[in-house]
């Protein structure tokens, strides 16, 4: 079971993200474009050009962990980067939002709605 504790960050990438990539090349990302260690127990969050399909990348105690989520309808809202470069760092809060995903008028749960389905994260 995974849980999401308070000294967990999560981090959104700012580009859009070819979702061939896997473990290492997005590590690789990681390591270039966040400046950060993937060992560290951080989430990060890959969104595809249209914002149908999102990677979760993070370090479970033994290895690596990669969720991977395709919307059937509708896609997920865009984070504002806030001039934070290409890694955004966000709260819960952030994730949890709802709003109207205006490409398509449906409302669409950020990341957090399968992060609670899939990882059961904890406050």
């Keep these: 079971m995974f849980s999401l504790s308070s000294q967990s960050r999560i981090f959104i990438h700012a580009l859009p993200t070819d ?3 896997s473990f290492d090349a997005l ?15 951080d989430y990060f969050v890959f969104f595809n050009r249209v914002l149908d399909r999102c990677k979760i990348l993070m370090w479970d105690r033994d ?9 059937e309808r509708g896609c997920f809202q865009r984070v504002p980067a806030d001039g934070q470069g290409l890694a955004i760092e966000v709260d ?3 994730l949890t939002h709802v709003e109207p995903c205006e490409a398509f ?19």
């Design 27 to 41: 590590c690789g990302i990681v390591k270039g474009d966040f400046q950060k260690d993937i060992l560290d127990g």
């Design 105 to 123: 008028g449906f409302f669409v749960f950020l990341p957090l709605d399968f992060y609670i389905v899939l990882l059961r994260l904890g406050t």
């Design 92 to 94: 819960l809060t952030t």
């Design 63 to 71: 290895g690596l962990v990669l969720v991977y989520k395709r919307l």
């Design 19 to 21: 979702m061939r990539k």
